[in-house]
C-alpha cells in the first residue's frame, strides 16, 4: 500500500513539474494555475477543419485543451492584415494560454514570434482533431 502511495505521489510531482503535459496545468507568473493548450490554423470553425497552410493568415484557430478535448473557435482577426500578422497572432495565442500551435507551414517571422513566447510549434498536414491526438499520444510517451 505505501509503494502504491508513494507511486502517485512520485506521478502527481512530476506532472507539476512537467509543464505542458496533456492533461495537466501550468503555472503563470502569479502561481495561479492557466490551462496548458493547444492552437491549430484551420480553414473552418470545426473540430473536422483541414489545417491551414498559412499559420498567420488561417480563417480560424481551433482551441483544444492538454487532453485534446476542443475548446473553441476563434476567427482570426489577423487574416486580412497588411503586416504583424505573426505578432498579432501570437499575442493572441498567448491570451489564450497556448503552449503548442499546428500548422502546414510557418514563415520565418512567425516562427521568431512564437520561439520568444515560448510557444512550441508544429508543421502537420490532416484533420485538426487527428493531429492534436497524434501530437498528445506523442507527448505522453
Known amino acids: 500500500m505505501k509503494k502504491n502511495l508513494r507511486i502517485v ?3 502527481l510531482f512530476c506532472g507539476i513539474l512537467i509543464p505542458g503535459q496533456p492533461g495537466l496545468s501550468a ?3 502569479t502561481g495561479a494555475e492557466s490551462p496548458v493548450n493547444i492552437a491549430v490554423a484551420a480553414e473552418s470553425s ?6 491551414s497552410d498559412k499559420a498567420g493568415r488561417a480563417p480560424y484557430f481551433l482551441i483544444f485543451d492538454g487532453s485534446g478535448a476542443f475548446i473553441k473557435a476563434i476567427k482570426n482577426p489577423a487574416q486580412y492584415k497588411q503586416g504583424g500578422a505573426s505578432s498579432s497572432v501570437t499575442a493572441l495565442l498567448k ?7 499546428i500548422a502546414v507551414n510557418f514563415g520565418a ?4 514570434n512564437l520561439k ?26
Do not use: C, L, W
Request: hydrophobic share 35%; aromatic share 8%.
Open 109 to 112: 517571422k512567425m516562427e521568431n
Open 46 to 51: 470545426t473540430e473536422s477543419s483541414g489545417i
Open 116 to 141: 520568444a513566447a515560448g510557444i512550441e510549434y508544429h508543421e502537420y498536414k490532416g484533420i485538426a482533431k487527428e493531429v492534436v491526438e497524434t501530437i498528445i499520444n506523442k507527448q505522453v510517451r
Open 95 to 101: 491570451k489564450e494560454s497556448v503552449k503548442t500551435f
Open 9 to 11: 505521489y512520485m506521478v
Open 27 to 29: 503555472m503563470d507568473k
